[in-house]
């Protein structure tokens, strides 16, 4: 076959801008998009709508939007290659997100672990828009007909809940949307907190959790703090039972440095938490370095920043609105 014949299949994914990025995201998601921007056609945006389900601050949310944008290009995400925008200056996302709640059962909303989750810590806040949020994902998934949704596992229960609304609109309508996969990444798809072995590395809990942004020194410190496990082993061994925090240092590691359990096992022989901790912030460290510096540059370059996200959000939305248009049309609604 012809090289421009080839069709690529398609991703698409997206993180909320609600708070700075750390390793739990990269290595769960973004590192796996980087690595395949050769294979596919892909799509990726700021979750912004997303993040007022939670209150936010206005100014800060603004910065931090167009500051995840410039650590998504310089984590590797070339915006000639692949479509970056800002969920919000699509509006076909909220068009259809309408739509698909009259395709969502109260049932089904009620049983996903998020929203049990953030109802329980913002009692406060249990707003409609914390129930309705797999649809919004839904949504911004189904828009764009991708093959693979890559991201961490904790999103894989609402990419379940947008192919049971997917298949469910198809079943009344016939082929409306693709039906898409997840992608779980197989390292690194769930990191924890580096001080809290038993939770997922979060911006909720800083001290466990490393920013793409933060310093080396920063760095250093978190992981020379990070908990290892209570026996007096001190032995660098796979085991996520009984060591979790050890094996969640050596997930970390693998996947920064790409060598297998086995090798690091054998690296680290005999050598014990004092040699493997200052390791593993080492090669972090390292990994992070051109990321951080290459965002500092870009973050100063609002110029180029926004003919990103203005070009982006033009590509998205017309591969959207087609989408949309078809869904309105079946719906019956009368075309304008
Ligand atoms: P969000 O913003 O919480 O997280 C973004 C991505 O990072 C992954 N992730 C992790 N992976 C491994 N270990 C961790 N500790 C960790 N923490 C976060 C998440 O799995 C996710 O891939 N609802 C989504 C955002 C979203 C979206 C979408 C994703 C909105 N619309 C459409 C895909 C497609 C969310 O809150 O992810």
Redesign the pocket.
Known sequence: MEENTIVKKRM?????P?GDL?L??Y???IKNWADRVNDYECFYFM?DL?TITVRQEPAELRKRTVNQLAQYIACGLDPEKNTLFLQSHVPAHSQLGWVLNCYTQFGELSRMTQFKDKSSKHKDNINAGLFT?PV??AA??LLYQPDF???????KQ??EICRDIAQRFNSIYGDVFKIPEPMIAEN?????GLNTPGD???KSIPEGCVFLMDRPEDIARKFKRAVTDSDTENCVRYDKVEKPGVANLMDIYRTVTGNSIEEIEREFDGKGYGVFKPAVAEAVIEHLRPIREEAERLMKDKAYLDSVYKDGAERASYVANKTLRKVYKKVGFYQL
Do not use: F, T, W
């Open positions: 698409l994914s997206g993180i909320q609600s750390h739990g995201n290595l769960g998601a979750a997303h949020y919004l994902m911004d998934i949704v890559p991201v961490g596992e904790d999103q609402h990419v690194g798809a769930r990191i924890y997922k590395m979060s």
